[in-house]
């Protein structure tokens, strides 16, 4: 591996470069997403309930305006995972179904739950986690929700949400619950699937398969185990729903 500059001189000093800091970087920037969807909820309606004044009549056009406001309200409230940041990757390769990602890493606040259940353990870990971003911390701060959030069995589940860009560990506030940690995950290469549907066993039991063997058929190698990341709320209608496993492979 090449010696940075930076490395060189520490190294003629005697001394070691400081560690890098460790934040979240965002995928995409979601401040235009929002800007752009308040412009359209505050201006769409008004506009197409103009036109419709005008060719039909102004009981029309205030219902076609109304029509359009709900319909707007109700794209936000299906997919807010646009709306949500979420952590970078870069896209190595596709095969088939199959993507494989480099993710960057990043800062994430996980709590571990003692239960074998899928779904139990995605309930209780986020009543664990959802008052800590919701401001029940040592500062009152609250943390912006970011997807996806994640699942992994060992002994027991842990689930995590990922940090908001930006953040590092040490300026997070912490945890007023002992249950709850802020760790580093570190730069990964990844195997993930895609997939849609109700968050429950059978569903992610039956992509896991899935994704196990597409790894074999691509010839690649798992290192450890299967997380599940959810993208959106359980108020999302599942066929909506961005559902993805990840599986880390050898570097």
């Known amino acids: 591996m090449q010696t940075t500059l930076r490395e060189a001189r520490s190294k003629a000093r005697g001394t070691e470069p400081p560690p890098a800091v460790v934040a979240t970087e965002p995928r995409h920037q979601t401040g235009l997403r929002k800007a ?7 201006g769409g309606p008004a506009l197409i ?4 004044g005008r060719l039909f009549g102004r009981r029309a056009g205030l219902l076609a305006g109304g029509v359009t406001a709900l319909g707007l309200g109700g794209f936000r409230w299906q997919l807010q995972r646009l709306f949500n940041d979420e952590p970078a990757h870069e896209l190595e390769e596709r095969i088939g179904r199959l993507e494989i990602r480099r993710l960057p890493a990043r800062v994430e606040a996980r709590c571990t739950v003692d239960v074998d259940d899928f ?10 986690l959802a008052p800590y971003i919701g401001g029940s911390n040592r500062t009152g701060e609250h943390i912006a929700m970011s997807s996806p959030v994640m699942a992994t069995h060992r002994l027991g589940f842990t689930v995590a949400f990922v940090m908001p860009p930006g953040r590092t560990r040490s300026s997070l506030p912490a945890p007023a619950d002992d249950r709850i940690l802020l760790s580093e995950a570190p730069p990964q290469r990844m195997a993930v699937l895609r997939f849609s549907g109700r968050y429950n066993a059978d569903n992610v039991g039956r992509h896991e398969q899935e994704l196990l063997r597409l790894i074999a058929d691509a010839g690649l190698s798992a290192i450890g185990p299967v997380v599940f990341a959810g993208y959106d709320p359980p108020t999302t209608l599942p066929f909506l729903r961005r559902n993805e496993l990840w599986v880390e492979l050898e570097r």
């Not at 752009?36 to 505050?42: C, D, L, Q, R, Y």
């Not at 309930?49 to 419709?52: E, F, M």
Request: no cysteine.
């Open 119 to 128: 779904e139990r353990a995605l309930e209780l870990g986020f009543e664990g």
């Open 36 to 42: 752009a969807f308040w412009s359209a909820m505050v």
């Open 49 to 52: 309930g103009a036109a419709a």
